[in-house]
């Protein structure tokens, strides 16, 4: 499931391909996605437009025209974006693909159909931060992501500080694998309550969160730069983690060996050793 680094190395993969281009054609599979697929509104408020920014909220990709709309892209699990020759044939799972008017075809492959799509028409996407993400927390480079934040929010939450950070309404796009890597980083145990962490331990949570994040951001700018996958091979890049699918192996700091303990659920990674 991709987390807030691989929606923004997409992000930041598509911006350059896309600003400044014009949609000229829209063609759909005719099947949906979680959600369905709003063609209709796509026919109305994107095809013909041109596209005039990319940007990224929490797990979505934004891409805004210049009427105002906006197209919401959640990648859920599968969910993959490319440019190909408008001649290349259209794959199994390719569901939506727009032509751009230098010829190549943004196409969005998504073999489980987790992802989604939302429109919005100009009116509609004005205020996006008090309608479709008004539960949304807080980006993690924003600064109102701080300890002082996390500390309020947490404040009688009987919670652990992993389940926490995955939950979207305290904090935007951290998922498993990065709250393993985080409270790793910032040497915290992931069974800990929330509420009972002290604000140094916050404090060394934000900085960690954004440190961790911008080096996943940083490896996967320098893995996957090129869009123009006609191969079809580029998955997501892999990142180094320190914790994540690691038990067994001697932790990096220490050499004590990693534990594995599901926590709400979720498979969770540990160093018993550095992380109190
Ligand atoms: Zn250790």
């Given at each position: 499931m991709p987390e807030l680094p691989e929606v923004e190395v997409v992000c930041q993969g598509l911006r350059p391909h896309l600003?400044?281009?014009?949609?000229v054609q829209i063609r759909h599979s005719g099947m949906n996605l979680?959600?369905?697929?709003p063609i209709a509104n796509m026919f109305r408020h994107i095809l013909s437009r041109t596209v005039v920014d990319v940007s990224r909220r929490a797990k979505y990709l934004i891409i805004a025209v210049d009427n105002g709309a906006r197209m919401l892209i959640h990648l859920g699990m599968t969910g993959r974006l490319g440019f190909f020759p408008f001649e290349v044939p259209a794959v199994r799972h390719d569901h939506i693909s727009f032509l751009l008017d230098n010829d190549l075809d943004l196409r969005l492959n998504d073999s489980r159909r987790f992802g989604a799509i939302h429109l919005f028409s100009g009116e509609e996407a004005s205020d996006l931060e008090q309608t479709?993400?008004?539960?949304t927390g807080p980006?993690?480079?924003?600064?109102?992501?701080?300890a002082q934040y996390l500390i309020a929010k947490a404040a009688?939450?009987?919670?652990?500080v992993k389940v926490f950070l995955m939950t979207t309404t305290i904090?935007?796009?951290?998922?498993n694998i990065y709250a393993n890597e985080i409270l790793f980083a910032a040497r915290i145990?992931?069974?800990?309550?929330?509420?009972?962490?002290?604000p140094a331990a916050w404090r060394r949570i934000v900085q960690q969160t954004r440190l961790v994040l911008k080096q996943a951001i940083d490896c996967g700018g320098s893995t996957i730069s090129?869009?123009?996958?006609?191969?079809?091979?580029?998955?997501y890049f892999q990142v180094h983690f320190r914790?994540?699918?690691?038990?067994g192996e001697p932790c990096s700091t220490c050499r004590h060996l990693i534990e594995k303990v599901r926590i709400g659920g979720r498979a969770s990674y540990f160093c018993p050793k550095c992380q109190k």
């Open positions: 600003v400044g281009r014009k949609i979680r959600t369905q697929i479709f993400f008004k539960a980006e993690p480079f924003n600064e109102d992501f701080s009688g939450k009987k919670q652990t904090v935007a796009g951290i998922g145990h992931p069974a800990r309550s929330a509420a009972s962490l002290s090129d869009f123009l996958n006609a191969d079809r091979k580029s998955g914790v994540y699918d690691r038990q």
